[in-house]
């Protein structure tokens, strides 16, 4: 945000005439208006007169996100209309919250990396060179507001024309913070009273282990692998690598235990991405997830882009039947079709569309293309995911949910921050918890489902198993900030 403040010259050179604070994407509007008093004697017609005006900007952002924190072989990129550059990373240039451009970030193959990491900024990442790619999502606390006091849709703000519903859900309030702050409180606020300090919560996708993190990096669209032709993508394997790209086909038909293991062994010591020992690479937690839906249904993300109203606020589906990645349908329809592919990732607004920003920086193939299996079990029970049973995992690496009930999943109490309880049915989609006898939840949606596929899609695994050709996984990175031994 920026403060402007207005001063004269001339008698009073320090007058302020106005002062104020220009929110981002705002503007302040005056009229200027200059006329001599009637208590001046003489004729003045035709004559000239000069004076200043002086305008003094300072910016200054109070919510300002965490510093995306790349490994030593991610290179930063940005968008120059055609292509992704190498971004320059000694300022903040490259990304910008503000207006819906969230930071993002690639590798490339080993034998074009030292070309890249030397390369002038501005360079070409050639598309064919990239291996995969990566959204920073950061720390933030949040509250979901109320219009009725009754049901917690969101605020209705400045970006929707009506009241909001589960249908159409509002704007969720959303704060930046640092790796210090864990906010502990409802996630809950009445929008005619405002929001107080115990009103924020910062979710637990923010937390790996015993740390707090400043933000982790979020595979731009659903995971492929290093043979994208071979059946199903790539199927129930572990001996092909991932990488996340557009315009491929996704990985499918892999069970749990398979994916979580590929996910883990991207930064196994030699790995081909250039990843080092100092972060973490792993199979998408539910909890994760959560915090990039959030976020999207922030002023940050696509419910902020005034690029589209009403209903297309919704992130557009991926109904390709052949499952390319970043494939948008041009509308969060609900037709159960089987398409191609309408748009490219890179089509302006039909293709942009069904990013987490309405643009081209946000991450993709959340909303339909193929269900995702998300690390979130039901009491430790295996069931036909390849784990041995019980589940015996680190905790830091999966969500465990107590009860089939989305109300009283984490310990008898509602599970803040988790995209179960709090968004359940928003826009319309489905939404089904893991139980005893289908214990793993996959989110998003696939392309051809009748529900209503879309971010807040959620469902167990059920016939989703990992024998349907149909459900995919995504990758997060946590990158290595010990910050705290009491997280």
């Not at 919510?63 to 992704?84: F, H, Q, R």
């Not at 596929?453 to 149909?470: H, P």
Request: aromatic share 12%; proline share 3%.
């Amino acid at each position: 945000m920026g403060a402007t403040l207005l001063t004269a010259a001339g008698s009073n050179p320090n007058r302020v005439i106005d002062s104020g604070t220009i929110e981002a994407k705002g503007t302040n509007t005056y009229s200027l208006n200059l006329w001599i008093t009637s208590d001046v004697d003489g004729n003045y017609s035709n004559q000239v007169f000069s004076g200043k005006l002086r305008v003094e900007v300072s910016q200054e952002n109070k919510n300002k996100p965490n510093a995306p924190v790349l490994d030593s072989n991610m290179i930063a990129v940005s968008y120059n209309g055609t292509d992704w550059v190498k971004a320059d990373t000694s300022n903040e240039d490259w990304y910008n919250y503000d207006l819906g451009e969230w930071a993002n970030a690639v590798t490339v193959s080993s034998s074009t990396r030292d070309n890249y990491l030397n390369a002038d900024v501005g360079t070409v990442i050639n598309m064919d060179d990239i291996e995969t790619m990566w959204v920073w999502i950061p720390r933030y606390s949040y509250t979901i507001g109320s219009e009725d006091g009754t049901n917690y849709y969101g605020k209705q703000g400045t970006f929707l024309d009506t009241t909001p519903t589960q249908g159409l859900p509002g704007e969720i309030d959303i704060k930046f913070v640092s790796v210090d702050t864990k906010d502990r409180g409802t996630a809950k606020y009445l929008v005619s009273e405002g929001i107080s300090n115990d009103d924020w919560y910062t979710p637990d996708g923010f937390t790996f282990g015993e740390e707090k993190l400043s933000g982790i990096w979020v595979g731009k669209f659903e995971t492929s692998s290093s043979n994208p032709s071979a059946t199903n993508g790539g199927g129930n394997t572990t001996e092909l690598d991932p990488m996340i790209k557009p315009n491929v086909t996704s990985w499918r038909s892999i069970n749990v235990s398979n994916a979580f293991n590929v996910s883990l062994k991207m930064n196994d010591e030699g790995n081909r991405y250039g990843f080092s020992s100092n972060v973490d690479t792993h199979m998408m937690k539910n909890s994760e997830w959560a915090v990039v839906t959030y976020l999207s249904q922030s002023k940050y993300g696509k419910l902020g882009n005034e690029n589209f109203n009403g209903v297309n606020k919704e992130v557009y589906q991926n109904k390709s039947d052949l499952y390319i990645t970043g494939c948008s349908y041009g509308s969060p329809s609900n037709s159960n079709e089987d398409y191609g592919c309408q748009y490219t990732y890179n089509q302006n607004i039909g293709g942009t569309g069904a990013s987490t920003t309405g643009n081209i920086y946000g991450i993709y193939d959340m909303s339909g293309g193929a269900w995702e299996y998300v690390m979130g079990n039901y009491n430790n029970i295996s069931g036909t995911s390849g784990f041995s049973n019980p589940l015996v995992l680190d905790s830091k690496y999966y969500n465990k949910y107590t009860s089939d009930n989305a109300n009283m999943a984490c310990n008898d109490s509602e599970c803040l921050s988790y995209g179960l309880s709090e968004t359940a049915g928003w826009y319309s989609d489905s939404h089904n918890m893991v139980n005893q006898i289908y214990p793993w939840l996959v989110q998003g949606g696939g392309f051809n489902v009748s529900e209503n596929a879309g971010l807040f899609d959620f469902d167990d695994a059920g016939s989703f198993g990992e024998e349907y050709y149909g459900t995919s996984l995504r990758i997060v990175i946590v990158p290595n900030l010990v910050i705290s031994p009491n997280a």
